[in-house]
């Protein structure tokens, strides 16, 4: 998995790729806290966001990809990948 959340996942049987992408642009600000100042110091939630905004997206049928699904929160990616290497057997 990538600072950004992505991830890939190979399937063996089939060879099949699928890219999981989290978006959303709601990203906690997270760092070091300043002893005097009690302010957070440094930029560590814009490099482990765990999540890409949607314009950062690489999964776009511009980039080759089919299939391409957004799921609600609590809705599992991998399920919906099961789901697709079902339909193709």
């Not at 906690?28 to 009690?38: E, F, H, L, Q, Y």
């Not at 814009?46 to 999540?51: L, N, P, W």
């Not at 890409?52 to 609600?72: A, P, Y």
């Amino acid at each position: 998995m990538s600072e950004s959340g992505r991830y890939f996942v190979t399937d063996f049987k089939s060879g099949r790729k699928f890219v999981v992408e989290p978006i959303g642009d709601n990203h906690t600000v997270w760092g070091d806290i300043d002893p005097a100042s009690k302010k957070i110091q440094g930029d560590y939630g814009e490099k482990h966001r765990g999540s890409v905004d949607f314009e950062e997206s690489i999964v776009t049928k511009e980039n080759g990809f089919r299939n391409i699904k957004d799921i609600k929160p609590g809705e599992s990616p991998t399920d919906y990948i099961n789901q697709l290497l079902k339909q193709s057997v």
